[in-house]
Structures are given as structure tokens and as C-alpha cells.
């Protein structure tokens, strides 16, 4: 506070016993304005005073910084021209090292010149690491074998005998009272079947094996599935020959209603049908066009179709638009000897030339015991 304020302060303090109450506030209100007004004016001066030394000293560092900046950018100018000036002499370098490598280059005789750069795979000499699949991608097996709708019979034997009853003479009758009853013949046919090896072999060497690991556990994979499909083959020439060739025929029908009176015609003679075999490009074919009046008999269900309630199967080893419809417990797969899968190191020259056979077989035939049980039709017969 200044000696001015302080001297005016004192005077109100000595004169107070001489005026009233409202004078003496009136006296101290005038006063704390002046004291007011020049606590605001030394503020103002002395924050003036702290603003012009702060920009003083920022305007200082500021240009401290600038300069800073300016040295840094003229280094960093001045490296980028030293190592461009580097590559540079490198390249004259590479060039007069290799001069008369140069000077020689044709049509056969060419030279490689390589200067310092960024490093990309072209770096690497040599095979890259890599990771393995050990599960060999397979072509895949039939999706049914005839032996998965068959029953199976073991022999000891090569042959496997069986009786068929044939039609026979005569009939069960109401007797007429006084006269002879009604006679009644049989005849049965005894039928062989001979069973055949079905096989075949894979030979490999030792360091395949020794190098490849996975060898061991794919090659028995691809015989089996193999040999099946070789079964297939033979056991489906069997089927074509012994089944009973269908009348029906596809003009007027769908593929559907064809398999539909395949089916009424053999239960119709008793035979409990258990199995339609299609192919898949059929399967598909029934799926796409049941008509209206078949939904009900035509099923879809948890991926299973069905025909009048009989489920179909897909087969590919059977010729498009070619079906099967029948009771498959009267056709039999006969195994003399069952599928074996041996290997051995000192078959043929196998010994010497380090090599491994693998052999895969199984003695087997089928018989269709009951021709009138199985039904061999064709989707594209007409009248």
C-alpha cells in the first residue's frame, strides 16, 4: 500500500469520534475503492512486467530451437549426399573392378553386376523352410461297397454250393370228399460258385520309406481302397448277369414311379425289398424331379432317401441310369480267404535292390441265390 493510501487511512481513524456512523462508512467504502484501484494497478503492472519477461525468454529459445533445426536438417541434407555419393562410388568401383568382364560381354558370355541395396527373398540361396502336411490328399473310396448290402458267408473250401427250388409240378388243394388228394412235386437245383482271388501289389523301395514316413501308413489306405473298388467291379459284373432284368420301362413314368413299381411287383411275389441301388447323378436326378403326388412317397430325411420307405443307395460303381431293387439278404458275398495285407523285403529281388512289396488279396465270389429277389433295371427303357 502506498504512503498516500496509508496517510488517508489515518486520517479516518483520527477523526472517527467526530462523525457519525453513516459518514465513517461512507468515509471507509471511498477508501477500499481507492485501495482497490491500486492493488489493481500494481497487479497489472507487475503481471505486464512477467508477461514481457516470459516472451523475452520464449522468443529467446524459440529462436535457439530454430537454429537447432536448421543445423539438423543440414546434417541429414549432407548425409543423404554422402551416401548417394556412396552407391555412386560403389557402382564405379564395381565397374572397374570388372572392367574386362565387361569389356568381353556377348551373346554367351554375360556378366552380373550387383550393387548394395535392400534385401529381399532373391537374398536367399537355397530352399526356404516350409512346414508338411503328412496326410496325403487321397482320391477318395466308393461311398458303398456291394459287400456293405450283402450278407456274408465263410468256406473253407474254393467252392460254395447252394440248392435252389425250382418251380416243380402239382398244388396244395381242397380235397373233394371221395377222391385222391392233390399231389405235390418239388424240384431243387444245386448251384457252385467257385471263389477267385481278387488282388493286386505295390512295390517300393526301402529309402522311400526310411525318407517319407507317412508311406507306411498311406499305402495299405490306397490298396484297400483300391481292392474294393476292384471288388466292385467284379461283384457288380455278377449282379447284372443274375439279377432278373425289370420290364418297366420310362415312357409315361418318372424315375421315381418306375422304382415305386419295382418294388409293388417283387412284394407281390413275397420278397421283402430292403435296398435301392442308383447312382449319385440318379439320386440327385429323383430329389429334383418327384412330382406332387409322390411326396408322400418320396422321403428326404437326416440326408437318407427313401422310396416308398425303402432307402436308396448311391453307388458309383454302377452305370448311369442302371438301378437295383430287391431283397439283398438272398444275395451272399462268399469268402474262402479273408482281405489280407502283407509286406515283404525278400520277394522277387527285393532283397538285393532294397525294395518292399506290399500285397493285398482276398479269395471271394458273390451269389445271387434268389435271381427273382433282385431286379436289374434301366431309367431310359422305353416301349
Given at each position: ?269 413275397n420278397y421283402q425289398v430292403n435296398g435301392i441301388v442308383i447312382r449319385p447323378s440318379d439320386y440327385l436326378d429323383i430329389l429334383k424331379t418327384a412330382k406332387q403326388d409322390l411326396e408322400s412317397a418320396v422321403t428326404y430325411e437326416n440326408g437318407v432317401l427313401r422310396v416308398a420307405g425303402v432307402q436308396v443307395f448311391k453307388a458309383t460303381w454302377l452305370a448311369a441310369n442302371k438301378y437295383y431293387v ?58
Amino acid at each position: 500500500m502506498d504512503e498516500k493510501l496509508l496517510a488517508e487511512l489515518a486520517n479516518i481513524k483520527s477523526g472517527l469520534e467526530t462523525k457519525t456512523a453513516t459518514e465513517v462508512k461512507s468515509a471507509i467504502d471511498a477508501f477500499e475503492t481507492k485501495l482497490t484501484a491500486s492493488i489493481k494497478s500494481t497487479f497489472d503492472a507487475e503481471i505486464k512486467s512477467v508477461r514481457e519477461e516470459l516472451e523475452t525468454k520464449f522468443n529467446a529459445d524459440l529462436a535457439k530451437l530454430q537454429d537447432h533445426a536448421d543445423k539438423l536438417d543440414l546434417k541429414l541434407q549432407e548425409k543423404a549426399k554422402a551416401e548417394a555419393n556412396a552407391q555412386v562410388d560403389a557402382i564405379k568401383s564395381l565397374i572397374k573392378d570388372n572392367a574386362e568382364k565387361i569389356a568381353s560381354v556377348g551373346e554367351n558370355n554375360k556378366v552380373r553386376l550387383k550393387a548394395v541395396g535392400n534385401m529381399t527373398t532373391a537374398n536367399f540361396t537355397g530352399e526356404e523352410p516350409r512346414d508338411y502336411n503328412f496326410d496325403i490328399v487321397k482320391f477318395p473310396a466308393q461311398m458303398v461297397n456291394v459287400s456293405d448290402l450283402t450278407g456274408n458267408i465263410n468256406i473253407n473250401g474254393g467252392t460254395y454250393t447252394y440248392t435252389v427250388e425250382g418251380a416243380g409240378e402239382g398244388s396244395i388243394a381242397a380235397q373233394t370228399e371221395g377222391s385222391a388228394k392233390a399231389q405235390r412235386d418239388y424240384d431243387f437245383t444245386a448251384v457252385d460258385v467257385p471263389t477267385n482271388f481278387i488282388a493286386g501289389f505295390a512295390r517300393y523301395s526301402k529309402k522311400m520309406r526310411n525318407n517319407l514316413s507317412y508311406i507306411t501308413t498311406a499305402i495299405p489306405q490306397l490298396l484297400r481302397r483300391d481292392y474294393f473298388k476292384a471288388e466292385n467291379a467284379a461283384f457288380n459284373t455278377v449282379l447284372a448277369a443274375d439279377a432278373t432284368a425289370s420290364t418297366e420301362v420310362i415312357t409315361g413314368s418318372s424315375k421315381s414311379e418306375m422304382l415305386i413299381n419295382e418294388i409293388g411287383k417283387l412284394e407281390d411275389l413275397n420278397y421283402q425289398v430292403n435296398g435301392i441301388v442308383i447312382r449319385p447323378s440318379d439320386y440327385l436326378d429323383i430329389l429334383k424331379t418327384a412330382k406332387q403326388d409322390l411326396e408322400s412317397a418320396v422321403t428326404y430325411e437326416n440326408g437318407v432317401l427313401r422310396v416308398a420307405g425303402v432307402q436308396v443307395f448311391k453307388a458309383t460303381w454302377l452305370a448311369a441310369n442302371k438301378y437295383y431293387v430287391g431283397d439283398w439278404t438272398r444275395v451272399n458275398k462268399i469268402t474262402t480267404e479273408g482281405l489280407s495285407l502283407e509286406f515283404s523285403e525278400t520277394e522277387g529281388s527285393n532283397f538285393v535292390n532294397n525294395n518292399i512289396t506290399a500285397r493285398i488279396e482276398a479269395q471271394v465270389a458273390l451269389a445271387v441265390e434268389q435271381p427273382l429277389a433282385l431286379v436289374y433295371g434301366d431309367f431310359t427303357a422305353t416301349a
